[in-house]
T-cell receptor, first 118, second 109 residues
Framework: GAVVSQHPSWVICKSGTSVKIECRSL??????MFWYRQFPKQSLMLMAT?????????EQGVEKDKFLINHASLTLSTLTVTSAHPEDSSFYIC??????????????FGPGTRLTVL | GQNIDQPTEMTATEGAIVQINCTYQ??????LFWYQQHAGEAPTFLSY??LDGLEEKGRFSSFLSRSKGYSYLLLKELQMKDSASYLC??????????WGAGTKLIIKP
């Protein structure tokens, strides 16, 4: 399967600071990238869907001004958590897909980024 | 609303067989996925079903009945490393993945 990387793999920051998480598709062009958040012992929660070159589509209840998503190229999407607070501490996972080329448009997941806000 | 149901937790013995069920009610259907997720890691793809029937892949098999809104993941010859959460996800008419809460599988020696 295709390889998706995330950076950093973990980050600890102070409350009020901003954190940027990168998601890269290493060996294919991702027309669409998805950002998920997962709290302990809970399922994945889709935060937003981003298509290359256009604005992200946010899920209900996700603040677009707090979670800034940029998908400037077919291999890179970034999620910036602005003015992070302890309740933003979570496991953030991105996935990438090239819709239209594979038989079933599989999503390939990055390894995740664990964010801890103090 | 859209809903995916799967058991919260299951326990099985090493070497045995376990079946994890998933029922769904979604706005349209464009395929059902099973993912494995070890604690602290991202999900990894296991299987995909879009037509009724059984898909076999090594020790893992996945079954789908679209008329019943039902799928199961069958794991044979269980190994300790199979201890993980198993996530069922359905792609709806908007091609969005709807996720189940996951089934935590505990394997005992």
């Amino acid at each position: 399967g295709a390889v998706v990387s995330q950076h950093p793999s973990w980050v600890i920051c102070k409350s009020g600071t901003s954190v940027k998480i990168e998601c890269r598709s290493l060996d294919f062009q991702a027309t669409t990238m998805f950002w998920y958040r997962q709290f302990p012992k809970q399922s994945l929660m889709l935060m937003a869907t981003s298509n290359e070159g256009s604005k992200a589509t946010y899920e209900q209840g996700v603040e677009k001004d707090k979670f800034l998503i940029n998908h400037a190229s077919l291999t890179l999407s970034t999620l910036t958590v602005t003015s992070a607070h302890p309740e933003d501490s979570s496991f953030y996972i991105c996935s990438a897909a090239n819709l239209g080329t594979s038989g079933y448009n599989e999503q390939f997941f990055g390894p995740g980024t664990r964010l801890t806000v103090l | 609303g859209q809903n995916i149901d799967q058991p919260t937790e299951m326990t099985a013995t090493e070497g045995a067989i376990v079946q994890i069920n998933c029922t769904y009610q979604t706005s349209g259907f464009n395929g059902l996925f099973w993912y494995q997720q070890h604690a602290g890691e991202a999900p990894t793809f296991l299987s995909y079903n879009v037509l009724d029937g059984l898909e076999e892949k090594g020790r893992f098999s996945s079954f789908l009945s679209r008329s019943k809104g039902y799928s199961y993941l069958l794991l044979k010859e269980l190994q300790m490393k199979d201890s993980a959460s198993y996530l069922c996800a359905v792609r709806d008419s908007n091609y969005q993945l709807i996720w189940g809460a996951g089934t935590k599988l505990i394997i005992k020696p």
